[in-house]
């Protein structure tokens, strides 16, 4: 059974945290910046968990022990075959995804369809871009406590730090070959 990327974290918390309403997941994709991985928002969240109890890979209950205002919670946990399902997915994950982008892939085999100066710009405003993501990764790692935090959690960071250094470093390179040889 493949589960879609929300899914994944959604799985991934409630198995973490044992029992878990929707609000504290979500509270919890906040601070920990899922939402730059699993693009989720709210309501992709309650969708999600609705999916995930249809598939059997957790149940809900409602928490009657709640007092005071607001909504009374449904709380989550993955069941056996959910976290069947979570490690299957985690091992899958693990030795075969890609962390790159296929269309930058496209368009650098179509690089020589651009004049030179587009190329490079275009390069450059890449650069720009992947630096603030690179940024905004370092900014979120740090208000969650750096270093700090559980080695699972560091590697959540670390990862897209390492590829978007690696990916600067590639640019460089072939902005350098652009500007010093002609490649039509």
Do not use: C
Request: charged share 30%; aromatic share 8%; net charge neutral.
């Amino acid at each position: 059974m493949e589960l879609a990327n929300g899914e994944f974290v959604l799985l991934q918390i409630i198995y973490d945290k044992t029992l878990v309403s929707g609000y504290e997941i979500n509270q919890l994709i906040k601070e920990r910046g899922y939402k730059e991985w699993a693009d989720m928002g709210t309501t992709s969240i309650y969708v999600g968990l609705n999916k995930l109890r249809k598939k059997q890979l957790v149940n809900s209950y409602i928490d009657t022990a709640k007092r005071g205002r607001g909504p009374i919670p449904r709380k989550f946990e993955i069941t056996a075959e959910g976290k069947k399902v979570l490690q299957q997915e985690i091992i899958e994950a693990l030795s075969s995804t890609r962390e790159r982008e296929f269309r930058f892939d496209l368009a650098l085999a179509a690089i020589s369809f651009v004049t030179e100066e587009e190329a490079v710009a275009a390069l450059k405003k890449r650069k720009d871009f992947l630096t603030e993501v690179a940024d905004n990764i370092n900014h979120k790692l740090e208000s969650q406590g750096g270093k700090k935090l559980p080695i699972n959690l560091l590697a959540l960071y670390w990862h897209p730090l390492i590829l978007i250094k690696q990916e600067l470093e590639f640019m460089d390179g072939l902005i350098q070959d652009l500007l010093e040889q002609s490649y039509k």
